[in-house]
């Protein structure tokens, strides 16, 4: 090989050595030649794959969880954001899960648990906004239907993130 630019070219791009500007390799990991076989890709495919896997796995508690909140806000169960968060938190440290990842689904869970419901009144034609004005005007809020909503949306994100809490709390490490 006369050129650098074919050696880098048959390098992993995980084990590239540095080199100075008068073509020397600085000290670093030791450079071997790419494999001509699927060697290599093997470890990509299964990164790829697992995060596919995880990808999947959110969307799933984000639906299941989302599904769960609104047919609980539905029968009038204003608690169920709270217990959702529980048992996905309880479940994630079960399954040794990150924690960032399940926070978020059950907020985001939360958050859409409490807010279609209350769409799919407002498309009914319940008098949604007018009784979000009256209550933000008796809690001494701007009397804005927004701020009401937003509360209330906000209200279910921390009953979802503290039942989170919770359920990653109570249930014990596993291994």
């Not at 495919?45 to 984000?62: D, F, L, P, Y």
């Not at 859409?112 to 034609?125: F, I, N, S």
């Not at 008796?138 to 809490?165: D, E, K, R, Y």
Request: aromatic fraction near 4%; hydrophobic fraction near 50%.
């Amino acid at each position: 090989m006369d050129t650098a630019a074919e050696e880098v070219s048959e390098m992993t791009t995980t084990d590239l050595t540095a080199r100075s500007g008068d073509g020397r390799e600085s000290p670093g990991p030791s450079v071997e030649p790419a494999a001509s076989g699927s060697a290599a890709a093997a470890p990509d495919r299964a990164e790829g794959r697992g995060r596919r896997r995880a990808a999947a796995t959110a969307v799933g508690v984000v639906a299941g969880s989302t599904a769960a909140i609104a047919l609980g806000t539905l029968i009038g169960a204003w608690f169920m954001p709270f217990l959702v968060g529980a048992a996905v938190g309880a479940v994630g440290r079960l399954r040794s899960a990150r924690l960032w990842r399940g926070a978020s689904a059950v907020a985001l869970a939360g958050a859409l648990g409490w807010a279609l419901p209350l769409g799919r009144q407002a498309l009914g034609g319940a008098p949604v906004g007018e009784v979000a004005r009256t209550a933000a005007a008796l809690a001494g809020l701007p009397p804005l239907a927004t701020v009401t909503v937003s509360a209330a949306l906000l209200i279910a994100v921390v009953q979802a993130l503290v039942g989170f809490w919770v359920g990653r709390t109570v249930v014990p490490r596993r291994g």
